[in-house]
């Protein structure tokens, strides 16, 4: 049995015509549905939501998406098209990496239900694609061998992706406000020691700074697990076949 992408739009012909309503296709499902996920959260977004805002039946989706599941992924994937993958080659190659995940973390943030998805649904649309294929490109260009990089890409997109949706209920850990924040500073000393020792460090720094420690954190561990990869037993004999392998095709 043939398996079908979801992300290969189906040749449908609408019956729907005429000056009232507009036909109805993949593409204005989607766009109905992303903006379905924005107003009302992952748990407002339906299948009979859509087709209500389409002025149609539940069962007209079905010439479209398989499925609600089906549907969480296109959606996923439109919004991806927002992450900016532009940047300078003049810059090095870890602020361009940066940048592309602090986008990608802009674009999630943009509303709880966006990040909710994100966090539940594997990401391989063509947009998803494109990220990830930058990723490889910069990881490559730090001199970070194959499968380091794709470990690394997999590393990189959860943490971020969790970040957003961390964030995504309006509830910033690090709000000096926050009930984590206020938890944190009434602990007592004689239960709580190294807590109580360290309170003001662990709320110090924004969001911001802290997202760039820990992607630097995460960086230098990877570059160091390739460095280690590349200098283990055989490394370069594996190396040097798969360059013969490459030139003899």
């Not at 729907?16 to 204005?28: E, F, I, Q, W």
């Not at 709880?112 to 649309?125: M, R």
């Not at 947009?127 to 997999?154: K, P």
Request: with cysteine.
């Amino acid at each position: 049995m043939t398996v079908r992408n979801p992300f290969d739009a189906p040749d449908v012909t609408s019956r729907r015509g005429g000056r009232v309503k507009p036909p109805l296709s993949r593409d204005a499902i989607v766009t109905e549905a992303l903006e379905e996920l924005t107003r009302d959260g992952l748990a407002g977004l339906s299948l009979r939501k859509v087709a209500a805002a389409l002025d149609t039946g539940p069962a007209s989706l079905y010439a479209y998406v398989d499925n609600l599941q089906e549907l969480q992924a296109l959606v996923l994937d439109r919004a991806l098209a927002s992450v900016d993958l532009r940047s300078s080659r003049r810059a090095g190659w870890r602020d361009r990496l940066v940048k592309v995940l602090a986008s990608y973390l802009e674009v999630l943030c943009r509303s709880s239900g966006l990040a909710q998805l994100a966090f539940g649904t594997v990401a391989v649309g063509p947009n998803a694609l494109r990220i990830i294929e930058a990723l490889l490109g910069l990881l490559e260009e730090a001199g970070i061998d194959r499968a380091s990089a794709a470990f690394a890409v997999d590393l990189l997109i959860l943490y971020v992706t969790a970040i957003a949706a961390e964030h995504s209920d309006g509830g910033d850990p690090g709000n000096p406000e926050g009930s984590a924040a206020r938890a944190i500073r009434g602990v007592a000393e004689h239960a709580y020691p190294r807590i109580h020792a360290a309170r003001e460090d662990l709320l110090a720094g924004t969001g911001g700074e802290r997202f760039a420690w820990a992607i630097n954190v995460l960086l230098t561990g990877i570059l160091e697990t390739s460095r280690m990869r590349s200098k283990a037993p055989g490394s370069r004999t594996r190396a040097k076949a798969s360059r013969r392998k490459r030139r003899s095709k």
